[in-house]
């Protein structure tokens, strides 16, 4: 139930702040990953993020909002993991650049695609309830701009997230595929 998965999200969160802090070194880099993890899961980020997409759910719609909400939790999410990667193996500032913007638009495809399995999705794939989001009035990709465009939102994305990784040659090719598979995911 809900209850369960606030209790499941909290212990994951707390794991990896002990994570990052046991197995990351030097020290020196391990506070910078445990701020950077802090600063992406607080109150400006995922927290905020999801308190603003549960006020959504009453306010005038708009794109804009939609995307802030979707940047402050998907997107730094996925952003910081990249970030963490980057600081640990010492990438420099146009690798984590690239590795930044990649995430923001991986991050807005995986909202995207999200959204839309929530129309269009089978239930005993998702192993959830579909139309939930419709159910509860939220805010979301297809009900703003519709299925159609929000697939090739998501599809555009996901060219923009790859076409980032450029700079990062083939080193990048299981961040392209990851990115490919959030378009192809079926739950």
């Known amino acids: 139930g809900e209850a369960m998965a606030i ?80 600081t640990v193996a010492g990438a420099d500032g146009a690798q984590t650049a690239a590795l930044e913007t990649y995430g923001e638009k991986l991050g807005l495809a995986f909202q995207i695609t999200d959204d839309l399995l929530d129309v269009r999705g089978e239930e005993a794939e998702m192993g959830k309830r579909v139309g939930k989001d419709a159910q509860r009035g939220k805010l979301t990709f297809p009900g703003l701009l519709g299925i159609e465009e929000s697939a090739r939102r998501a599809e555009q994305l996901v060219l923009d997230a790859c076409q980032a990784l450029r700079p990062l040659g083939d080193r990048a090719s299981r961040l392209n595929a990851l990115a490919r598979y959030v378009l192809e995911r079926n739950h």
């Open 7 to 86: 209790l499941t999200g909290d212990a994951l969160l707390a794991l990896a702040f002990e994570v990052v802090a046991r197995d990351v070194k030097p020290p020196q880099v391990a506070a910078a990953c445990c701020a950077m993890l802090a600063e992406a899961a607080g109150a400006c980020r995922l927290v905020g993020g999801q308190a603003d997409d549960l006020a959504a759910e009453q306010a005038p719609a708009s794109i804009e909002l939609l995307e802030a909400i979707h940047r402050r939790k998907t997107g730094a999410m996925i952003s910081v993991s990249l970030r963490l990667g980057a």
